[in-house]
């Protein structure tokens, strides 16, 4: 993304100069992969672009994250024809390239023999299928490698069993509740890893109240001479 288009678009969207001279500060010449406001920052500048491709295009159903979109139709030829419209406007508009792995397909369907065509659609981390949505296998793996991980160290800390309950997110919304059972369930116990994380939370929230009746002690001091 040209950050000198960026930082005009959001000039004339943010009206607060201490709030648009906050935002250069943290975009500093680019847009970070991975940083928490790019996803702000994308929003804000695909905006308009995302009226677009629904009013004036007129895709039937269209979904972005980040710097992902998906439009589904019933016509390949008019799917073809909105994505030469997109290319174009990203280029002549918004300064931006449409990635070169850009796919028409046709969706996952069953036919009259009961024989499964098409394929299924991968987005944004899950597998959307014609009867259920399961989970690329990266993600898989990478909660399995991360639960022998945990019981190799023996001792679980608390950023362990943040990160292994943020990955089994991931199952509670989709059909793969049974590589959970066969892979993880019987490596590590759930309800431990959340009582760690309680603990964890309630010695912080101590910490923090500790830290401000200090302050406000010392702010009446201070007041008081």
């Avoid at 847009?31 to 895709?59: C, E, I, R």
Wanted: net charge positive.
């Amino acid at each position: 993304m040209n950050i000198c288009i960026l930082k005009d678009k959001l000039a004339a969207t943010i009206r607060d100069q201490r709030f648009l001279d906050l935002v250069y500060k943290v975009i500093g010449d680019e847009v970070s992969l991975g940083l928490y406001t790019s996803p702000w920052m994308a929003n804000l500048y695909l905006k308009d672009f995302d009226h677009w491709v629904k009013q004036s295009l007129h895709a039937e159903h269209y979904m972005r994250y980040a710097d992902d979109m998906v439009i589904i139709g019933r016509n390949k030829k008019e799917l073809r024809r909105m994505r030469r419209a997109i290319s174009k406007c990203l280029g002549e508009q918004l300064d931006l390239e449409l990635k070169g792995d850009w796919q028409v397909f046709r969706f996952e369907r069953t036919d009259k023999t009961g024989r499964k065509r098409g394929r299924f659609l991968d987005f944004v981390g899950f597998r959307f299928h014609q009867d259920k949505t399961t989970l690329r296998k990266s993600i898989l793996k990478k909660a399995a490698r991360k639960a022998r991980k945990i019981k190799r160290k023996g001792k679980t800390t608390w950023y362990d069993a943040v990160q292994m309950v943020s990955l089994l997110g991931w199952f509670w919304h989709t059909d793969t509740y049974g590589y959970y059972l066969r892979y993880i369930k019987p490596i590590i116990n759930i309800k431990n890893l959340k009582k760690i994380i309680s603990r964890h939370a309630k010695k912080e929230a101590k910490k923090h109240d500790r830290m401000d009746r200090s302050h406000r002690v010392s702010a009446y001091r201070t007041a008081g001479t």
